[in-house]
């Protein structure tokens, strides 16, 4: 059994994944597996995966195909296949610097063993290069957070977290038929809501890329694509962040615009969200006057 399960989910991405295999036959601490799920892709993907399968490396790597579902749905057959204590995932655009699986190790291995806090895992930091953090840190030797609460200690943007696998089985991205993003806070909250904390570190392990056609640029339009999954983070997000005023009511706002084009009247959208007729009204004329003012 690998200490870590290095798990990418990819679509299409045969011209980014080798850099991120490199990366991995670079590790200092090579115990880990590299396990990548392929969701439908139409590329050159298995035929790398199945040449790297081969490979004399010290680390095992394993490829499972599945048909195109969504991300979400690729990491979840992940954290069932996986044979990791810990789960990473890498995305396939995306790479690790040499010291990464050492430092995750060495970060779990110094956990607290007296149970006064529930942990899920630990996390570094992601970085634009190797020197330029992606979001800001807590500029302490690390802080106990749970995902929601992360920000009080000043930490904020994409992270790098490990979990424990037998953990994230028990929380499962919800899959809604015909839809194919559903965001990953969901799953991230719902771990904290449970009371489940992670140590974050400020170092940087892991090199994130924004492509254009990737997720992260894509996020707003594929949230508007996936209706039900937007809904749920959504309300994940009223939950569990500090979201105040104009903000909370651009929320709500898009909350029912969204569940309008379902079929929900504004009373049940109303009664989901725990609020009145009337704050939906005034979100919704708010918003109104945004987009003449704002225009998309």
């Not at 989910?9 to 880990?32: G, H, V």
């Not at 579902?69 to 690729?74: D, E, I, L, P, S």
């Not at 330029?132 to 929601?148: C, E, H, N, P, V």
């Not at 449970?194 to 170092?203: C, K, L, P, Q, V």
Request: aromatic content about 12%; charged content about 25%.
């Amino acid at each position: 059994m690998a200490a870590v399960t290095v798990f990418t989910p990819t679509y299409n991405r045969s011209a980014t994944l080798e850099r991120l295999y490199r990366s991995l036959q670079e590790q200092i601490n090579k115990d880990f597996e590299w396990l990548v799920v392929d969701d439908g892709s139409s590329d050159q993907t298995e035929s790398l995966l199945t040449k790297w399968e081969q490979d004399k490396n010290d680390f095992a790597v394993r490829y499972i195909q599945k048909e195109n579902g969504g991300k979400h749905t690729a990491i979840n057959l992940g954290i069932e296949k996986a044979n990791g204590k810990l789960f990473f995932i890498v995305d396939s655009d995306d790479y690790l610097l040499p010291d990464a699986i050492e430092k995750i190790l060495q970060w779990e291995k110094a956990l607290p063993s007296d149970f006064s806090i529930k942990f899920c895992g630990v996390a570094g930091a992601r970085g634009y290069t190797s020197e330029k953090m992606i979001g800001t840190g807590s500029g302490k030797a690390y802080a106990d957070a749970t995902s929601q609460r992360r920000s009080e200690h000043g930490i904020s943007g994409d992270k790098a977290e490990a979990f424990y696998t037998d953990i994230l089985r028990q929380f499962p991205f919800p899959v809604f038929p015909e839809e194919r993003f559903v965001s990953e806070s969901i799953v991230w909250f719902a771990l904290g809501k449970a009371g489940y904390h992670i140590r974050w570190y400020d170092d940087i392990i892991y090199i994130g890329e924004y492509l254009e056609d990737g997720l992260t640029y894509q996020s707003i339009q594929l949230l508007e694509r996936n209706p039900r999954g937007y809904l749920l983070a959504l309300k994940s997000d009223l939950e569990n962040l500090d979201i105040r005023g104009l903000r909370r009511l651009g929320c709500y706002a898009a909350y029912e615009r969204t569940a309008k084009k379902l079929g929900q009247t504004t009373a049940q959208i109303a009664e989901e969200l725990g609020v009145s007729k009337a704050t939906l009204t005034v979100s919704r004329c708010l918003k109104s006057i945004k987009d003449k003012i704002l225009p998309r």
